[in-house]
C-alpha cells in the first residue's frame, strides 16, 4: 500500500523519539505526511519546520494559528505565521478554523483568526488546512464570505450534507480514524457520498487512533487502517483507496512525491 498521511502533529510532546515514529511509517507504507504546524504559545511554533527540514522526503510542514490557541495570539505571531507561510517550502496556511465545542478561544476571536487565514490563503495561493467542529454553518459561512479558493477539512466528522456544502465550495475532506468507529454512521455515509477524488485520509497523530488501535497513541503508521476503512465504504481494494487519496493530498499540497500513474 502507497499512502499519504495527510495531517499529523509531530510536536516532542507526544513524540519525543520522532527517529522511530518515522522508521514505523515508512515500514507501514507512508510515503508522505503533512506535518502541520501551529502555534504552541505566543512566539513558539513548534518544530514541524525543523522535522520537514531533516526529512524532506516525507514531511512537507504547513503553518497556522489553532482555534484554540486564537485568544493567545499576539501582532506579532500573526506577523509571524505570514512570513513563514510564504516560505517555499510551507504547502499551506492552517491548521485554522473553527472549535464552537471546547471554546478555548471566544468565538468571535476564532472567526476573526479564521477570516485572517482565509485572506492569507488567497493572499499567497496556498490551500488551508480547516479544524471545525461544532461550527459547521458558521465556517462554510465564513468561507463563502472570504471567497476561500482551496483547502481541505480535516478530520471531516461532518454528516452527508455537511460534505456536499464543502464539496460544492470545492474543498477536500480528510477522513480521520473516527471513521472506523462504531458509532460513526453518519460519516460513514458522508463517506460513501463524497467522491473519492476529493478525499484524503490522515491520522491526526497523536490524537483519534483509528481500530485496531483505538485507545493508543495514534502515528502516522496507522493512516493505512483508515485508507482501509475508506476502502471498505467505498466497495475498492485497500491500495486503490489510499494511492487515490494519496493522489489527492499531493495535488492539493503540491507534494514533492512521484506517483503510480
Known sequence: MIAIDAHCHLERG????????LSRARQAGLLHAVAVGQMQ?????????ELAAAHPDLLTPTMGIHPHEAVKARAADFDEVERICE?????AVGETGLDFYYQHSPREVQEEAFR???RLSLRIFKPLVIHVRDAHQECLRILLEERAQ???IHCFTGDREAARRYLDLGFFLSIS?????PKSDALREAVESAPLDRLMVETDSPYLAPVPHRGKKNEPAFVVEVARKVAEIKGLSPD???LTAAKNAARLFRLPVTLPA
Open 87 to 91: 516560505r517555499p517550502e510551507v504547502c
Open 177 to 181: 480514524g473516527i471513521v472506523t468507529y
Open 14 to 21: 507526544a513524540f519525543p523519539d520522532v527517529e522511530a515514529i
Open 41 to 49: 504559545q505566543p512566539g513558539d511554533f513548534g518544530r514541524a519546520l
Open 116 to 118: 485572517w487565514h482565509c
Open 240 to 242: 486503490e483507496a489510499a
Open 150 to 152: 482551496s483547502g481541505v
